[in-house]
């Protein structure tokens, strides 16, 4: 596959305001002739594009730079046959039309020159400052650790390191990872996949919550093109085709101006094309596509008074389509970005969407963190150093915080990968209030568990419940945003989680720190009751109620040898009789008694535990754990109750999550007068309409 032929280039589209265009790197401009008297060509052009973001910038360090860096790759070329200097000039050329100061386009430069050639750290120190110094040896770290199945790991975690630091570091990487995926047809296919799918996986995540869109969607692009071949050739159809035809979305746009021109309301109103990726989704999402779905108006106004006086006129003058008004100023996203989206119905019936920004965040729609500047000085721009060396990024995000925290607790490469890429799947923040007035910022989803170890850490290990809002909740509660949480922990530390934590565990911390503590405390971790069969919080300072081994044989109906020995069941696999069941001995001398099937017992085994013979005593009373899934509907709770009634069971403790994608998980803990009547218990309980499964209760301590 060619360069060009992994460049989705849409088609030009009548009356659109074009967006940074990435693309446009012309041969000529890179490689022009030298003159004495001049910048040359080649960093002219860049220079041109940073004077149009910045007009007082002082290009002499520019010209300075590219001399060193042209000097430095002279002789070295590219796969593609090209001159090694056309790599960093486009880089540097990609960030120039984001933006970016003069600091981070001086470090562009030279961002290959300590790696590939004998240009040292010292040398970049003493001609252009420290801070150029140290953007070029972030890069450098990155680019030391080669691309390959094991190697990706160890490189994104430098990189999420360096990020924290300083984020132009990671502004430079994406712009240079877009420059070689624009490039990637000169390698092997397998290898052109390889790279995609890292891309894919981490770099677009990143770029979308740096809030780097023009990067982000012609990543997304690129990575069609090389992974899905045949739906990115028939979406390019798609979109040619649309092109040739009536547009709908102009005679929109030319209503939308003259309604706000009536209204007195200064404003810009084009039609934005969608880019390829987008086009797809929406296609998946709607099946076949109106002429209105190839793209968006967008409308940008001077103030943000202005937005929500175009949102006004727009539902007065036209039908809006309400359940598509989203306000992202009030709230603005965890990447920065701020709009009005809405979508009104035009003339001719089509459907169209909005978007309603000032100038200004449109370019930090579009450029993200880039848009900011250098972090370190007062005024945006070069210059300033962080004080005594010490560098925490002012403009770090509250996510990339976070991940800086988790990563260094991942115990491998590989557990670091994975919970990388799930974490920057999240795309939603929440912000909660602890009581002595501090903040926590969560994914959106988060429960009191993540709370717990956001706030304490490992600490956390001895929490006991929470109070939500001034009110007691079980740790598995989930919260929103501006809640209050207050976290009770228990005064003995060596008190640890239970492995039903990790069902509302959501952030990587806490189930790093859960999973690490539960596979250092295997013998412990199998005696901890789950979350969902708990009772009520524990009040500080008030003990739980505790019997004889002889009261605790009569209650679980198991029977050991030894007289008095304390004898529980296990909360990880719940055995009631007549299941085959053996018992290990835990702290205090208990017996923890498990199905045989249960995975704890191999994991006991490989430990060196000695299994306890167990039986069953006369007592044909048990208590079982039970999970019922189905799909949200109205009276499901009271049905499944009514059910458990209906087969003499009584509930012990029952816990409902909130419903995910329609879908709602009841975990019961029941007390039956007779065990023979568990299996008619199920059926009755899979029998209430809605329900689609029901199932005795499984905790794996070890799963991620």
Same mark, same amino acid.
């Given at each position: ?230 739906? =990115? ?458 329900? =689609? ?12």
């Amino acid at each position: 596959m060619s360069a060009e032929a992994t460049n989705p280039g849409a088609p030009a589209r009548r009356r659109s305001r074009p967006r940074i265009d990435l693309r446009r790197l012309g041969r000529v401009a890179l490689l022009g002739p030298v003159s004495r008297d001049r910048l040359p060509d080649a960093i002219g052009h860049v220079a041109e594009t940073h004077r149009a973001h910045h007009p007082d910038a002082d290009l002499s360090v520019l010209r300075r730079a590219y001399v060193l860096a042209e000097s430095s790759h002279r002789g070295q070329m590219r796969k593609s046959g090209e001159p090694y200097i056309t790599h960093p000039l486009a880089v540097t050329l990609i960030l120039a039309q984001l933006g970016a100061e003069t600091t981070t386009l001086t470090a562009s430069l030279l961002h290959d020159t300590v790696e590939d050639t004998e240009v040292t750290l010292d040398q970049v120190r003493e001609e252009f400052g420290e801070e150029v110094c140290y953007l070029v040896d972030g890069v450098t770290k990155l680019e030391k650790v080669d691309y390959g199945a094991a190697a990706e790991p160890e490189t994104f975690r430098k990189m999420l390191v360096a990020t924290g630091d300083d984020v132009r570091v990671m502004s430079i990487k994406l712009a240079d990872r877009l420059h070689n995926m624009r490039t990637l047809g000169v390698m092997r296919p397998e290898k052109q996949a390889r790279i995609a799918r890292v891309t894919r996986d981490v770099l677009i995540p990143l770029a979308e919550r740096l809030g780097v869109q023009a990067l982000k969607t012609e990543l997304e692009d690129l990575v069609f093109a090389i992974l899905h071949p045949e739906e =990115y050739a028939h979406t390019r159809a798609l979109i040619s085709a649309a092109t040739t035809g009536d547009d709908p979305l102009t005679a929109t746009a030319d209503r939308v101006s003259a309604v706000l021109r009536e209204a007195g309301i200064p404003a810009e109103t084009v039609v934005r094309p969608r880019h390829f990726v987008s086009v797809h989704r929406v296609r998946m999402k709607r099946g076949e596509l109106r002429g209105s779905d190839f793209g968006r108006l967008l409308v940008l106004v001077g103030e943000d008074a202005d937005c929500y006086a175009v949102l006004g006129e727009l539902h007065t003058c036209f039908t809006p389509v309400i359940s598509e008004f989203k306000d992202f100023i009030a709230s603005p996203k965890f990447n920065l970005y701020q709009s009005l989206h809405t979508a009104v119905v035009g003339p001719r019936g089509e459907v169209a969407e909005v978007l309603i920004r000032t100038h200004r965040m449109h370019r930090v729609a579009e450029a993200g963190v880039i848009a900011l500047g250098n972090p370190y000085a007062a005024d945006g721009t070069a210059g300033a150093e962080p004080a005594d060396g010490e560098r925490a990024d002012p403009t770090r995000p509250g996510w990339l915080s976070r991940l800086l925290q988790w990563q260094q607790s991942a115990p491998d490469p590989d557990t670091f990968w994975t919970t990388l890429r799930a974490d920057l799947a999240e795309d939603r923040e929440i912000t909660v209030f602890r009581t002595d007035g501090g903040t926590l910022g969560l994914p959106a989803g988060a429960s009191c568990v993540d709370a717990a170890y956001a706030q304490y850490g490992d600490a956390a290990h001895a929490c006991i419940g929470a109070r939500v809002n001034g009110r007691l909740a079980t740790l598995g509660t989930v919260l929103g945003d501006g809640d209050t949480v207050q976290l009770l922990l228990a005064e003995d530390a060596a008190s640890g989680p239970s492995p039903a934590w990790l069902d509302h565990a959501r952030t990587p911390a806490a189930r790093i720190a859960i999973t690490g503590w539960l596979d250092a405390h295997p013998q412990d971790a199998e005696d901890t009751a789950p979350a969902g069969a708990r009772g009520p919080v524990p009040q500080p300072g008030r003990p739980a109620r505790t019997g004889t081994a002889r009261e605790s044989a009569r209650t679980v109906g198991a029977v050991v040898d030894g007289p008095d020995t304390p004898v529980r069941l296990a909360g990880c696999c719940t055995p009631v009789p007549p299941d085959d069941v053996t018992g290990f001995t835990v702290r205090g001398g208990a017996v923890t008694v498990h199905r045989l099937e249960c995975p704890a017992v191999g994991r006991m085994a490989a430990v060196g535990r000695v299994p306890v013979p167990v039986s069953w005593g006369d007592t044909p009373a048990c208590r079982v754990t039970l999970v019922a899934e189905s799909f949200g509907r109205p009276r499901l709770l009271a049905d499944l109750t009514e059910a458990i009634a209906g087969a003499d069971a009584a509930v012990v403790s029952a816990t409902v999550e909130p419903p995910s994608e329609q879908r709602v998980r009841h975990t019961y803990t029941l007390h039956l007068p007779d065990a023979a009547g568990l299996p008619a218990l199920i059926r009755a309980m899979r029998e209430v309409p809605g329900v =689609y499964d029901v199932s005795r209760a499984q905790h794996p301590a070890t799963a991620l």
